[in-house]
């Protein structure tokens, strides 16, 4: 699955934004997904992640309230809504497709392959 993030940009703290990631091939509900993020001299975050069928998320506590993840497989798309952003949501997101076995940790999710080029999210304080 070839996946493409964008949705990322400049934006003040309070503010919104929505990250899409569009998967290629006719497989894309079979896979889970899962949104990570990586800050600068920090390490990489799973932030969220949703089932195959859209019907168990995840989303990481540093996020929860805040951000919601959702998925349109007749779209092949995957979404990240984004509220209330801080300063200290401002990293390069990456999604992934991967299998997950619905739980917090790190590790649950095994991307397929490398990861993509992200999408940067730059919150102003």
């Known amino acids: 699955v070839q996946l493409q993030a964008s949705g990322g940009g400049l934006v003040q703290a309070g503010g919104s934004l929505r990250l899409s990631c569009t998967g290629s091939?006719?497989?894309?509900?079979?896979?889970?997904m899962g949104w990570f993020r990586q800050a600068p001299g920090k390490e990489r975050e799973f932030a969220a992640a949703i089932s195959g069928s859209g019907g168990n998320t995840y989303v990481a506590d540093s996020v929860k309230g805040r951000f919601t993840i959702t998925r349109d497989n007749a779209q092949n798309t995957v979404y990240l809504q984004m509220n209330s952003l801080k300063y200290e949501d401002t990293a390069v997101y990456y999604c992934a497709a991967g299998s997950w076995d619905g739980s917090h940790y790190y590790s649950a999710f095994r991307p397929f392959g490398p990861w993509g080029q992200g999408t940067q999210v730059t919150v102003s304080s």
């Open positions: 091939g006719h497989t894309f509900s079979r896979y889970a």
